[in-house]
């Protein structure tokens, strides 16, 4: 990895905007007021919709790049583990230390009449922060520092990871200051990886791959 080139500079001013117009909303609202409204506007189709983009932030879907990544660079494959180790233990901190038994929403709100998902389970401790928001951001920002030159990539990356942070509000598993915490602890978890990975793994032999002949297989595949 190369630091002039896994800046994500589209993708971190983007998420700065959106992280400023998300915080707008926080004086406005009290705590379980933004996801009261928001759980009044649902239909079927957006149920399906949130309930499947929400499962982007489960922790073993992770594996699949670092794996992936095996085949393109070894210093990649680092940088995701790494990202995925430093946002683990953020969010463990946050759940389990700092903020441990803060009530979810089908918790604090329990004496609403609120709806709820069919099929999607309530979950009903431990808040903050909201940990599939953290890894989706973290792996959509880490993509992102590998598609340094795809600008609309980075841009399509960070609205996916928001759809995904909003599912937790529109499920009603998490208060929307849970997301916003989430997306910026998964942002400065790709960042701490991408640091770690600059400095201790930039050496010439984590740029070898399990599949070292891959362009040269590929120029033959696609000649005609």
């Known amino acids: 990895m190369k630091r002039k080139k896994t800046r994500a500079k589209i993708y971190f001013r ?4 959106t992280l400023m117009m998300a915080c707008l909303f926080l004086p406005f609202y009290e705590k379980g ?3 009261l409204m928001v759980n009044k506007y649902h239909t079927p189709l957006l149920d399906m919709f949130f309930a499947g983009i929400t499962h982007l932030g489960d922790g073993a879907i992770v594996l699949l790049p670092i794996l992936a990544m095996l085949l393109v660079k070894y210093s990649f494959s680092i940088f995701l583990a790494w990202s995925t180790l430093i946002h683990m233990f953020l ?3 946050g759940k389990r230390v700092l903020f441990h038994g803060m009530p979810r929403p089908a918790e604090y709100l329990k004496g609403f009449d609120f709806y709820t998902v069919p099929g999607v389970p309530m979950s009903h401790w431990n808040t903050f922060p909201s940990g599939h928001t953290t890894t989706v951001f973290m792996l959509t920002c880490a993509l992102a520092m590998l598609n ?7 841009l399509i990356l960070l609205f996916i990871a928001i759809l ?7 499920l009603m598993q998490h208060f929307l200051p849970d997301v ?3 997306s910026a602890l998964g942002v400065a978890s790709a960042y701490g990886g991408r640091w770690l990975t600059i400095k201790y793994f930039s050496k010439k032999k984590y740029r070898k791959s399990l599949f070292p002949k891959r362009k ?8 005609p």
């Open 14 to 17: 983007a998420y700065l905007y």
């Open 33 to 35: 007021q933004f996801e």
């Open 91 to 93: 969010v463990t901190i």
């Open 148 to 154: 340094h030159k795809r600008k609309r990539y980075q």
């Open 164 to 170: 995904a942070g909003f599912s937790r509000v529109y």
């Open 180 to 182: 916003i915490a989430g």
């Open 216 to 223: 040269k297989v590929l120029g033959q595949l696609m000649s």
